[in-house]
């Protein structure tokens, strides 16, 4: 079958997705193509049904700390519970014929398939193809990234659909890296009496994230029993009659029934016919404007942009794509106030840049640190009010070009400092803000209250910040 209409999507993930849907409801004849789930990771396999997991060991765990706070609990944690709302409400037992319908349903044109460009505006599917009148776009997503380790490909290891699929859970488990995926899902598992060790190659959890939420997060792992190896890659992996063995570089030799492997995410360019449009199917990524245009007619969004491999920043670039299609003037992209949040518990929520980062680029930084727990609402809290909120400023502009914050809700604290971020607010206008009091995102005032003291780095005086360390 060969079809010609308006727009031809090549990978229906989340930010495929909503372009498509965007497009139809403009009126527009779409054809949407999809080797796995309609919707992709996200809703199947990540953000959705993780955040559902990490919902249910917070509820486990905020009844532990009622303990000589609110009275007295014995907690019976029921994993049974957790993997059967996973499957039955969250994911739909992984079935995507609901999206199907939906797309379907709107007047898309939907092939299952593995796509690839055979020519000018045209994606083939085993013996169909489509030809876009405007033009296609590319959005194929990203797989888990597998290292090279020593015997790895020799035994059952786990990546995250394994993971989020696991019923029951395993009695241990290993997690190859530290990032947000091996935080969020090994304290969950740790939460419902998994043993779990994660091992990371550089020296701390969170690497990408600043230094003082790496030291949040391992102590509140330390105390909740999660062992971690930071500064070791693993050597080798092999399978014995015990589980499944890693050595490290450092000599360290742990053993698990399982093995999850979580560092991070690759795109593979390699089999999408790049090259018949005059791409290079080799690249990391595909180079894109500021309309997300590749090529002439060719549009691309998503992680294989490069871009960060993070859902919102795929659906904010569809909504560019939209726009150019539609003949409108398309908002310029802004990255530089890119939110992004881990859901461990404390949350971690950052945007814009690290302190490490504006160094680099030659900022004239200051920095404010306060401690969650010397907050008003921290101190409140009493247990669980681990966290830090940290304000990176460039003080020849007087305006804030980065914040973390650790802690509970943090996610919801970033929304007021992604918004200070990206508009570019004075510290003195942030000062003059009245903040709600006690709120978390009141911290936000009570350090910058702090700032501007005459020292580069502020700390609160009356509070020792490795407290929370003990």
């Known amino acids: 079958m060969k079809r010609e209409v308006d727009v031809v999507v090549l990978g229906l993930g989340t930010a495929g997705e909503d372009l498509a849907l965007q497009l139809l409801d403009s009126g527009l004849e779409v054809a949407g193509v999809e080797s796995q789930l309609l919707g992709g990771e996200c809703p199947y396999w990540a953000c959705i049904p993780s955040k559902a997991m990490v919902r249910s060991s917070n509820l486990v ?23 059967g709302r996973v499957r039955e409400q969250i994911t739909g037992d992984w079935d995507d014929s609901f999206a199907v319908a939906r797309f379907e349903g709107k007047g898309g044109i939907f092939a299952r398939g593995w796509g690839r460009l055979t020519g000018p505006k045209t994606v083939s599917v085993d013996d169909d193809s ?3 009148r405007k033009g296609i776009v590319v959005a194929t997503g990203s797989k888990p990234f597998i290292p090279p380790v020593p015997g790895l490909a020799d035994v059952n290891y786990w990546t995250t659909h394994e993971a989020i699929a696991a019923d029951p859970l395993p009695d241990s488990l290993i997690i190859l890296g530290g990032g947000a995926v091996a935080c969020e899902l090994g304290q969950v598992f740790a939460r419902f009496g998994c043993d779990v060790t994660i091992i990371e190659g550089t020296d701390r959890l969170l690497s990408h994230e600043e230094p003082e939420a790496s030291e949040v997060i391992e102590a509140v792992f330390a105390a909740e029993g999660i062992a971690v190896v930071t500064g070791e890659h693993a050597a080798s992996v092999s399978q014995g009659a015990d589980g499944i063995e890693v050595r490290t570089e450092g000599g360290h030799s742990i053993t698990a029934s399982r093995l ?13 016919g790049l090259e018949e449009i005059g791409l290079d199917g080799s690249s990391r990524f595909i180079e894109v404007d500021d309309r997300m245009r590749a090529a002439d007619g060719v549009w691309a969004i998503g992680d294989i942009t490069g871009k960060m491999m993070l859902t919102h920043v795929g659906v904010y670039q569809s909504s560019i794509v939209v726009e150019d299609l539609l003949g409108k003037e398309p908002k310029t992209p802004d990255f530089e106030a890119m939110p992004r949040v881990t859901f461990s518990d404390p949350e971690v929520a950052s945007v814009g840049l690290t302190e490490a980062m504006a160094r680099e680029r030659g900022i004239d930084v200051g920095t404010a640190l306060k401690q969650v727990p010397a907050t008003f609402r921290g101190w409140l809290h009493t247990v669980g009010n681990e966290g830090v909120v940290k304000l990176i400023v460039d003080r020849s502009r007087d305006v804030l070009v980065g914040a973390t914050v650790v802690g509970p809700t943090a996610g919801e604290v970033l929304g007021l400092l992604t918004l200070a971020v990206h508009e570019g607010t004075s510290l003195e206008r942030l000062r003059n803000m009245i903040y709600a009091f006690p709120t978390f995102h009141g911290g936000i005032g009570e350090a910058l209250g702090a700032f501007g003291r005459g020292t580069g780095r502020i700390v609160d005086p009356d509070y020792d910040e490795n407290a929370y360390l003990g």
């Open 130 to 132: 489509f030809t876009g």
């Open 61 to 83: 765990q905020e009844a532990r700390r009622m303990n000589g706070v609110a009275g007295t609990s014995d907690v019976t944690p029921d994993w049974g519970l957790v993997a």
């Open 260 to 272: 999850l492997v979580a560092t991070g995410r690759t795109v593979d360019l390699s089999s999408l």
